[in-house]
Nanobody, 117 residues
């Protein structure tokens, strides 16, 4: 059974940075695409970044970012550690929310990010 565990959230001032981690167990991690989603208070969960698996892709891994986070968020993966990361820079109050990682229909429990002065 796949288990995903997010970590790295916290309270950050506007303009600050965070790195979120998602540890994956129970699957052949390297072949699966992984996504980061966030759910702001009172809003639907949205996909903010996604990274493909490398084993099936010719030419390497590709990434996707929502327009609202392009240039500030960077998704990466370390297949040796079965972990996907989300580097978040230039944080804004509207980045506040619970951040979840997913692999297919598997989801982690989420990690809270609060951006406030």
């Amino acid at each position: 059974q796949v288990q995903l565990v997010e970590s790295g959230g916290g309270l950050v001032q506007p303009g600050g940075s965070l790195t979120l981690s998602c540890a994956n167990s129970g699957s052949i991690f390297s072949i699966y695409a992984m996504g980061w989603h966030r759910q702001a208070p009172g809003k639907q969960r949205e996909l903010v970044a996604r990274i493909t698996g490398g084993a099936r892709i010719t030419g390497g891994i590709s990434t996707y970012y929502a327009d609202s986070v392009k240039g500030r968020f960077t998704i990466s993966r370390d297949n040796a550690k079965n972990t996907v990361y989300l580097q978040i820079n230039s944080l804004k109050p509207e980045d506040t929310g619970v951040y979840y990682c997913n692999q297919d229909h598997y989801w982690g429990q989420g990690t809270q990010v609060t951006v406030s002065s």
